[in-house]
């Protein structure tokens, strides 16, 4: 794809040419323009920054958890209690604080940082961009579902105002509608989740029709980069399945309110039911948030071996596959609740959609074949996808085996598989695009070095914190526990010394963006030679709106061997030599 | 023995408790077959993506090399390779699940029942286990944990239920743990390794954990006792999940006769109470005076509690009867709604109520 600039531009450019961020005047009149604006570029950057600070908090949650378990609870003679961080009035009290941490932790991670975390900064940002549009199909829509993020998560923080909660992220019933039952507090957490889901049906409703509809002239379904396939496909998911958690949260307050009896067996209800219809959302929400991460790697691989991706349909198809399969394997949360004849169809399930991952990754080291690979920060993040996602994926086939799982099941091999998959997939993911879209989105370049030695602590901190816990799970120790045996003592506190690494690494990222912001070097138009639509503004920063002329596409996202990068200087990225006429291009 | 076997009982030594019944070994062995297949599947994919790294790295502006941008029979052989191994994994996982849930005609039966946080366990017999031990999480004196014995190299079923909410009965060493529910009844069976266990000699312990010195021979006193597992709760059930523990103690079959028929006798009404509160009540209420998720039940007797949805009330039988049977009625000011009812026999109310005048100094020695 990427473009001829449509026609000779002999017309003024005048205000057009402004960089989207340029300020529309005083310092009050910028502010207005950004919460008024229906500018997807604007809408994803504030995104961002609003995940961001989500993601901060929610790590300050997990840095308090990791702490409790540096030590398990002692006693000393006259019941004094030791090595308990989170205090409270007791024994009971500490623990009771920290299950209510915990589950803030998880709260916030998933509904307000990992599914929203790339479709809504990075898929906003970059879809209408990269298809040659000049906005999403819903602009106001889109701003929208911005607010009704913030509004959710203001539920969400009333809740821990008022004392927090303490039935994990998964609201389990009946336990979740019987804590704290005197008190509203659960009522607002949940109510907020509810909230937030219709944030996420709004963008995935607008990233689906935005696809449909918006293409550039020339740009056919398999012309589009796999960034746009993954978000495809994940909008898909939060489309259809994010109702089905909706109603199930509505219930739920229903039961705790006014004792409709849905779930808790002691008002006529069946607490498995929650568990299906929870999943029945959630398991499809997982490739919510891994589809977006894989979206990114697909475009950093590309990017930074200078390669096209080796199986292109095969990638592409697999995103489809896997947000298809995703609706029909819920079922495998539930093997030690369900009957023997719904375990054995869920497992089978299971493996069938390992596949498609699988496939995915295979097809990314193919493509670093014969490539050009350069190891700027964003690829060191993609092979880190690679070596945290495999090693995610392959203990995803312990979890799928039935007889297995009956003993790793609520064990912390959940706990180190599902960070492998979520941190170490999306969120590395999600740190390698940032940093491959910095420039892009505010114009200056990030500081290399530093960045590749956050990179260095975030990776090896990653694998210190979450790998025992695959260790500690195997032989036995239960997950949502505040207090352990000495037996485990070893692996928890190396995992705490990780997330001390994990923390530093975050930090010094933090440090180089305010740095770019303040004093980064000024980005040219296209730093890594990329061939996508974003990268072929004659600035550093898109324009208002996006283009010119509507761009038309003449060659794939990732033509590396035969088109020139747009913006750049000639043999800036060196191409391999023509084809000899006549001959077939693969 | 050959390396690559001494390697596989290494590897398993590092990543899985000792196998403790039948069920485990077969699942081991599954677990052991997903470890090989992963590493070797993990060391391929990084060695390929290294040596890609470091042969084809942008070494002085160096161009990519044209390639196949794909190739059909690899990517089928990659995508059905991987499925074929996923099939053998997949039916070897559900016949060791069927292995562990289909329990044998004429299995010994125990019912236990979870609860806000404990386990109440019942023989066959209808007698309940006669010790209890400190798993070592959890303040000492409070935190008392049935010891269920089962007769070893005989099948025991499980039957597990729950009072309030969900709990999961885990036992790390059978590799197998299932949900206990509120509203239905589940079930899991096993049957351990060794069927006639050796004993190993104890000391005893006294509650600060000095050993006890028998006074006579000035010696440490010790106890025989049999190799034991541990048992979790595995379903996140709220403040004292993580103390819900239990130990499961495979025995010979007589010992485990004798066991299952002991009949404790108390001399009196409040030394039966103690036996219920250690069951059933320690984890949220002192006796000591000390805080908890509950109120503590020090010098209570007779005295005036504040409530916050109910008016003064005195603390008399029909206080504490009605407190166990209906706990949401009278809530204590500074607490939550957290305990659901209890379901007791009438002379185990009459023994709580003996604790609770005793622990007021109320009722004799």
């Known amino acids: ?586 | 023995m050959t390396s690559p076997v001494l390697a596989q009982q290494w590897l398993q030594d590092q990543l899985l408790t000792e196998p403790g019944s039948t069920g485990a070994a077969t699942t081991d062995g599954l677990f052991m077959f997903i470890t090989w297949i992963s590493i070797v599947s993990f060391v391929l994919l990084m060695g390929a993506m290294t040596w890609f790294v470091i042969r084809y790295r942008r070494a002085g502006g160096r161009a990519p090399i044209r390639s196949a941008s794909h190739n059909t029979p690899l990517e089928l052989t990659w995508s059905i390779g991987p499925l074929l191994i996923l099939v053998v994994v997949f039916f070897w996982g559900f016949h060791g699940y069927v292995e562990k849930m289909s329990a044998p005609a004429g299995s010994e039966e125990i019912v236990i029942r979870g609860f806000k946080w404990g386990w109440d366990v019942t023989y066959d017999s209808g007698k309940q286990p006669s010790e209890l031990a400190y798993p070592g999480v959890g303040a000492p004196d409070q935190n008392m944990v049935p010891v269920i014995k089962v007769p070893a190299g005989r099948p025991v079923r499980l039957r597990l239920y729950s009072s309030d909410v969900i709990h999961s009965f885990f036992i790390p060493d059978f590799r197998v743990k299932r949900d206990v529910m509120p509203n239905r009844y589940t079930s899991f069976w096993f049957e351990t390794l060794e069927d006639n266990p050796e004993p190993e000699v104890i000391p005893i312990l006294d509650e600060t954990g000095a050993p006890v010195i028998d006074p006579d021979t000035q010696q440490p006193m010790t106890k025989l006792q049999y190799p034991r597992h541990v048992v979790y709760c595995a379903e996140y059930c709220g403040d004292s999940h993580s103390q819900m523990m239990a130990f499961i103690e495979p025995v010979p079959e007589e010992v485990f006769q004798e066991e299952k028929y002991m009949v404790t006798v108390f001399p009196t009404k409040w030394e039966f109470g103690e036996y219920i509160w250690q069951r059933q009540c320690s984890t949220c209420h002192s006796v000591d005076g000390s805080g908890g998720t509950g109120p503590t039940w020090k010098d209570i007797w007779g005295k005036t509690h504040k409530f916050s949805n109910a008016p003064d009330t005195v603390v008399d039988e029909n206080y504490i009867r009605e407190s166990i049977i209906y706990p949401q009625v009278k809530l204590r000011e500074g607490y939550g709604s957290d305990m659901n009812s209890f379901v007791l026999t009438e002379e185990e109310f009459e023994g709580i109520i003996a604790y609770i005048k005793y622990l007021s100094g109320e009722e004799p020695e």
Do not use: C
């Open chain 1, 1 to 586: 794809m990427s473009t001829i600039e449509s026609l000779p531009t002999g017309h003024a450019h005048d205000h057009h040419d402004a960089s989207y961020l340029t300020p529309k005047g005083g310092f009050w009149t910028t502010i207005i323009d950004w919460a008024t604006t229906v500018d997807h570029k604007k809408i994803g950057v504030m995104y961002l920054v609003a995940i961001l600070v989500m993601f901060f908090l929610g790590g300050v949650a997990a840095l308090a958890v990791r702490m409790e378990l540096f030590a398990p609870t002692a006693f000393e003679a006259g019941g004094v209690i030791k090595n308990q961080v989170l205090t409270g009035d007791g024994l009971a009290g500490g623990y009771q604080n920290y299950n209510r941490v915990m589950t803030l932790h998880g709260l916030i991670m998933v509904f307000l940082v990992i599914v929203p975390s790339v479709p809504a900064s990075l898929g906003n940002f970059l879809l209408p961009l990269m298809i040659g549009a000049k906005d999403v199909a819903f602009p106001r829509l889109n701003l929208a579902s911005w607010y009704i993020y913030l509004f959710g998560s203001m539920f969400a923080i009333l809740a821990v105002l008022l004392g927090g909660v303490d039935t994990g992220w998964t609201f389990y019933t009946p336990y979740s509608t019987t804590t704290d039952a005197e008190y509203w507090r659960v009522v607002w957490m949940v109510l907020g989740a509810f909230i937030l889901g219709f944030s996420s049906i709004f963008t995935g409703l607008n990233f689906v029709v935005t696809v449909h509809k918006l293409r550039a002239p020339g740009m056919g379904w398999f012309d589009m980069p796999l960034f746009v396939w993954g978000i495809y496909g994940a909008a898909v998911i939060q489309v259809l399945a994010t109702p089905v958690v909706g109603i199930t949260l509505l219930l739920m307050i229903f039961e705790r309110l006014f004792r409709v009896g849905v779930f808790d067996p002691a008002l006529g209800g069946d607490p498995v039911l929650f568990q299906h219809f929870f999943w029945f959302y959630s398991h499809p929400v997982v490739y919510v948030m891994i589809l977006p991460g894989m979206a990114i790697m697909s475009e950093l691989i590309a990017v930074f071996s200078r390669k096209k991706i080796f199986g292109y349909r095969a990638v592409a198809f697999s995103s489809l596959a896997i947000a298809g399969i995703s609706f029909i394997v819920w079922g495998h949360h539930l093997f030690t609740s369900q009957g023997p004849v719904g375990a054995a169809v869920f497992s089978a399930l299971t493996f069938l959609v390992a596949i498609p991952s699988a496939v995915k990754v295979f097809n990314w080291i193919a493509t670093l074949y014969k490539g050009s690979i350069d190891l700027k920060t964003p690829m060191l993040y993609a092979l880190s996808f690679l070596f945290l996602f495999s090693i995610g994926g392959l203990t995803g086939i312990y979890l799928g085996a039935l007889s297995v799982d009956l003993q790793l099941h609520d064990t912390y091999f959940i706990v180190a598989h599902f960070h492998y998959v979520m941190m170490g997939g999306t969120i590395i993911a999600f740190v390698g695009g940032i940093h491959m879209w910095w420039p892009k989105m505010f114009g200056r370049m990030y500081n290399e070095f530093w960045a590749r030695i956050g990179w260095a602590f975030v990776f090896v901190g990653f694998n210190v914190t979450f790998f025992p816990q695959f260790i500690m799970g195997s032989q036995g120790m239960p997950r949502r526990y505040a207090d352990y045996v000495d037996e485990f003592t070893i692996y928890h506190v190396i995992s705490t010394v990780g997330s001390w690494l994990l923390l530093v690494g975050f930090l010094i990222h933090l440090f180089v963006f305010l740095h770019s912001l303040v004093a980064g070097k000024k980005a040219p138009p296209n730093p890594w030679g990329a061939l996508t639509l974003e990268w072929t503004h004659t600035g550093p920063t898109p324009i208002e709106h996006n283009f010119h002329h509507e761009p038309v596409v003449t060659h794939g996202p990732y033509d590396y061997d035969d088109v020139p990068p747009p913006q750049t200087r000639p043999g800036e990225f060196p191409m391999p030599d023509p084809l000899p006429e006549g001959a077939e291009r693969h």
